[in-house]
């Protein structure tokens, strides 16, 4: 089974924070629309990944925590956060 998320960078990330479950593999789905370098990486040492975010493009990432938890992410220079919360 796996679950699939949409994210949207544009104004941040939209939703800045999202629900998983525990145990199986989600797709975190990123795509970017704001043409600002700043959001052009995404990573997560929580999650452990890092990701180039090219304009307009889905970029799949996929998880499988086992941990409950909340666990941050952030773009390349840490203005941006987002939020996995697994449950
Ligand atoms: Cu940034």
Do not use: W
């Not at 104004?11 to 199986?24: C, D, R």
């Not at 795509?31 to 493009?57: H, I, W, Y």
């Amino acid at each position: 089974m796996e679950k699939l998320v949409k994210i949207d960078v544009k104004n941040g990330y939209e939703p800045q924070t999202v629900e998983v479950p525990k145990g199986i593999t989600t797709k975190l789905v990123f795509n970017r629309t704001n043409p600002s370098s700043c959001l052009a990486k995404v990573g997560s040492m929580d999650l452990n990944f890092e990701q180039d975010l090219p304009l307009n493009e889905d970029v799949t990432i996929s998880i499988a925590p086992d941990k409950a938890g909340e666990y941050d992410y952030s773009c390349g220079m840490g203005m941006f956060h987002g939020k996995v919360v697994v449950k």
